[in-house]
């Protein structure tokens, strides 16, 4: 991959980690932020990181700090959103780069749930506009979702998914922009029978978590489900789905049992009890049991 300009908007969580990767794969970057005590700790935060994780630190050298947009832009060939998740702000955002950017340089938005249609439904060059979909820590989690829209042009895909490999990450291409784009459709297909499980007394939250991670979750990180129907035969399978999928929940909207938690304010490790209740050391502790376990999955893709 050759060396390429990339602009990043919004150095806050996810922007400053997404800058590190591409500095990380030799790209020169150049990162934004209309908060100028956001973006003057950024190459601090970088730093680090690439410290933590071992990694080369001459990285950082590669970001260059930028608080003018239009400076920030005019040089990119490639330029990733990350700012705040609102759509009113992101359209916003983009006529405005669209602005600064030459004709040719592609547009990403690092959206969690927006519809990349939307966001880029007001630019004049849609097809050089799709959705990246990074996952956090950026410099850790490898998957980033590829989105098209109806508008993004062939070549626009292949450069990022391109880009995307070349810098260590594993891009997915989702060929259509669908609401939760592929990751987030899995996940909350699986947390909405969870909590259903939940709400109609099968279990509580701590056996349902405990069934995950003692059994398929184990699993999960090697053998995918469709790798798994395959290895246990598409007739099992058919069979399994034709006892169990009429009673696996199917309601259209967010369960009772959610909304009554949020209405309680019950917000799980922010209010001290959700699902369950959490003392700030078992947040803490689980919070540093999750980074452990990315960073060693991490180090063993790379000793694979
Ligand atoms: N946090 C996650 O786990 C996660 C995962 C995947 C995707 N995302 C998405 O990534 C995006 C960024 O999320 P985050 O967690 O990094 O948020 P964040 O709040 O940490 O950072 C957003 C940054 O954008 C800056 N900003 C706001 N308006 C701006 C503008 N007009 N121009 C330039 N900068 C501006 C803010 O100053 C802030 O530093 C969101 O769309 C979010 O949904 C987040």
Redesign the pocket.
């Known amino acids: 991959m050759q060396k390429a300009k990339i602009t990043v908007?919004?150095?806050?969580?996810?922007?400053?980690?997404i800058a590190q990767v591409f500095a990380l794969a030799g790209h020169d970057v150049t990162l934004?932020?209309?908060?100028a005590g956001?973006?003057a700790t950024a190459k601090d935060r970088i730093l680090a990181n690439l410290k933590d994780l071992g990694d080369d630190q001459s990285a950082v050298d590669r970001v260059t700090l930028q608080g003018d947009?239009a400076l920030a832009l005019r040089e990119a060939d490639y330029v990733v959103?990350?700012?705040?998740?609102?759509l009113p702000?992101?359209q916003?955002?983009f006529a405005?780069i669209e602005r600064y950017v030459r004709p040719d340089t592609i547009l990403a938005?690092?959206?969690?749930?927006?519809p990349i249609t939307a966001i880029m439904q007001g630019l004049t060059r849609r097809e050089r506009a799709l959705g990246t979909?990074?996952?956090?820590p950026p410099f850790l989690v490898p998957l980033v979702e590829v989105i098209q829209t109806k508008w993004t042009s062939a070549a626009a895909i292949d450069f990022t998914m391109k880009l995307h490999a070349a810098a260590g990450k594993k891009p997915a291409h989702v060929k259509k922009d669908v609401p939760g784009f592929i990751g987030n459709r899995l996940q909350h297909a699986l947390w909405r029978e969870a909590i259903s499980l939940v709400e109609h007394g099968i279990c509580d939250a701590e056996t349902v978590d405990s069934v995950i991670k003692a059994a398929f979750g184990r699993r999960l990180a090697v053998l995918g489900p469709l790798e798994n129907a395959d290895m246990v035969g598409t007739d099992l399978t058919l069979a399994i789905h034709q006892n169990v999928l009429g009673d696996i929940e199917s309601r259209p909207g967010p369960s009772p049992y959610l909304e009554k938690l949020v209405a309680d304010g019950k917000l799980g490790f922010k209010s001290g009890e959700g699902f369950r209740r959490w003392s700030p050391e078992e947040q803490a502790g689980l919070r540093a049991k999750v980074l452990a376990h990315l960073k060693t999955a991490r180090a063993n893709d790379e000793s694979a």
């Open positions: 908007v919004g150095a806050g969580l996810m922007g400053h980690g934004t932020d209309s908060f956001t973006l947009m959103e990350a700012v705040l998740e609102d702000l992101k916003a955002l405005e938005s690092n959206t969690s749930v927006i979909h990074w996952w956090n």
